[in-house]
């Protein structure tokens, strides 16, 4: 046998929740696919109604929600209640993360009001919006007024408010960074119930640069303001085929956005790169173009964003056999590419999905809501997915990807993998993630005076062995990936689910801004901390009083911190 059909691992015995996973496309097309559609629609109904009503209407149905949200906080009684937590059910969230937090006794603040476009400001650029507009509902909001959010990331379903507090990245954060760092004010309810605006240059400017990644842990988020710009109605994407090993994929990649020479005008406005096998990647950079453009004789138009097209991923893949090609895709099509398809995720939740005969008949139906996907696994079928599945996304330093490649391939050997660039800004204080020390004397490719560029290796799908059937054991996988991280000054985003114990987690990121906040604005006693959010496993009562009772003894300071 060949390399390839050598077995690397022993083989893994099967159990029932194999056969369960392998037929869940049953109940993902008979339960799952209608129920998701009708709370699309439903969504669609309530947003097409928020939007006949005034700007002004808006504002003031917002300052009486926020009244409300004040008013339920004040009745909280510290000594008998649990620690505050919104009431969205554990299963809404898109990330992978079990929020069993929620499952121990929790203080609930209903937040599910604060779903509106607030305003668009197109004299200073800014949207205001609160924390439930997800990414479908704003751009379809401001791209019809050639208007766009810096940052829109690609799932629909994702909100303002995850995208803050949490993670948050599209193909032109090489030019904006992550989401939340086109915020400009972020409007707060505190542990006490005084409602603050943070910027960077007020009274709670500590406050503004310690609210991402805090997973709302710092205060109740309930309206941000977010920069515009103005784009075109198309975007012309070139398709780029490499083949290499894995450093030559990586060096292709960074090519394609970060020019050698510096020349600003050979930086598109989009990038992103998609690794297919070890030896095959394709690049694809966009650049916004007029309908006069796109329309012009001889030009290809292509309409992702119809149910009965190929999915992107695959569409994108043609280029390894026909070579480069370009395309014009709408604007809002190109933003919300990977919907339809969640990536390549829905290959595994329904694998015939992809098939013509049933884009053109259900495809309409697509994408499963990832919430309904979650609320319909059971603790075997989650506890399976923790160990034979792998979302997770490795936050690197531009320079070494092509090393996180190699380590993503030797532990983890997922295929396809994403790959999007972000700046990581040098910012007047060091929140919970920051550039290397230094990095500004270097002068790396794609690195910049005020910014380090960084690079998203987004792995996400079943591992190899798994498919062979060999024994992987995904949970030592993501330690093995963490600790690489910790070494090479990397991060892992919140939403997935993390092996680390506090102290390599506060190794991974710095705690002394977000401590410092959590104690001046009266957080701890009120919300958890971010590392007891993001742990794995349920929690009770008397872990949550043990964990905030020691945020207020131990002396986060004395924690191993990178050296500078």
Not at 185 to 207: M, P, Q
Not at 477 to 487: D, F, G, P, Q
Not at 526 to 532: A, G
């Amino acid at each position: 046998m060949s390399d390839l059909e050598a077995p690397l691992r022993p083989k893994r015995k099967k159990v029932w929740v194999d056969y369960f996973v392998k037929f869940r496309w049953i109940i993902v097309i008979f339960v799952v696919l209608p129920i998701s559609c009708t709370m699309y629609f439903l969504t669609y109904l309530g947003d097409v109604r928020s939007e006949s009503k005034s700007f002004k209407r808006r504002q003031k149905e917002h300052d009486e929600n926020v009244k409300k949200v004040v008013k339920r906080l004040k009745q909280r009684n510290p000594s008998k209640d649990g620690l505050v937590c919104t009431a969205r059910k554990p299963y809404i969230a898109v990330g992978m993360r079990n929020v069993d937090y929620k499952r121990a006794r929790h203080f609930e603040v209903d937040l599910s009001e604060f779903r509106n476009v607030l305003d668009i400001d197109r004299e200073r650029m800014i949207a205001r919006v609160e924390p439930l507009v997800n990414m479908g509902q704003i751009s379809r909001v401001t791209v019809p007024m050639n208007l766009s959010l810096e940052v829109v990331a690609e799932l629909d379903d994702l909100t303002v408010g995850g995208l803050i507090n949490g993670y948050g990245i599209e193909g032109s954060s090489h030019l904006y960074g992550l989401f939340s760092d086109t915020v400009v004010a972020y409007e707060i309810v505190l542990a006490d119930g005084r409602v603050v605006r943070a910027t960077k240059d007020n009274e709670y400017s500590d406050l503004f640069y310690a609210i991402p990644w805090s997973q709302g842990t710092l205060g109740l988020l309930v309206s941000a303001e977010i920069r515009l710009i103005p784009v075109k109605e198309y975007m012309k994407v070139t398709y780029q085929p490499v083949i290499g090993n894995l450093k030559d994929l990586a060096q292709a990649y960074i090519d394609s956005f970060a020019p050698r020479d510096g020349d600003p005008e050979k930086i598109p406005d989009f990038v992103e790169t998609m690794i297919y096998t070890p030896t095959e990647g394709v690049c694809m950079t966009g650049k916004y173009a007029s309908k006069e453009e796109a329309k012009k004789k001889g030009n290809v138009i292509n309409q992702v964003g119809w149910w009965f097209k190929p999915w992107f991923y695959q569409h994108a893949q043609k280029a390894l056999e026909k070579g480069e090609f370009v395309e014009y895709i709408p604007t809002r099509d190109y933003y919300h590419r990977h919907t339809r398809c969640l990536y390549w995720e829905g290959k595994l939740i329904l694998p015939f999905a992809d098939q013509w005969w049933f884009r053109w008949t259900l495809g309409w139906l697509m994408p499963p809501k990832v919430s309904l996907l979650k609320a319909t696994q059971g603790e075997s079928i989650r506890n399976y997915y923790h160990e034979m599945h792998v979302i997770q996304d490795m936050l690197v330093p531009l320079y070494k990807v092509g090393e996180a490649l190699e380590f993503a391939h030797r532990e983890m050997e997922v295929y396809p993998i994403w790959m999007c660039p972000h700046k990581l800004y040098k910012l007047p204080v060091k929140t919970m993630v920051y550039p290397e020390p230094g990095f500004e004397h270097h002068r790396r490719q794609g690195d910049t005076e005020d910014a380090q560029m960084y690079t998203d290796v987004g792995i996400y799908y079943a591992p190899g062995p798994v498919f062979r059937g060999e024994v992987f054991d995904g949970a030592e996988a993501v330690r093995r990936m963490e600790s690489w991280l910790i070494e090479n000054h990397g991060f892992q985003p919140q939403y997935a689910v993390s092996e680390l114990d506090e102290k390599k987690f506060w190794r991974m990121f710095d705690p002394s801004l977000y401590e410092h906040c959590r104690n001046k604005y009266g957080a701890v006693g009120t919300f958890m901390s971010v590392y007891y959010k993001c742990k794995k496993g349920r929690k009770t009562e008397k872990e949550v009083q043990e964990a905030e009772q020691a945020c207020l003894e131990t002396p986060y300071a004395e924690l191993d911190q990178p050296a500078e």
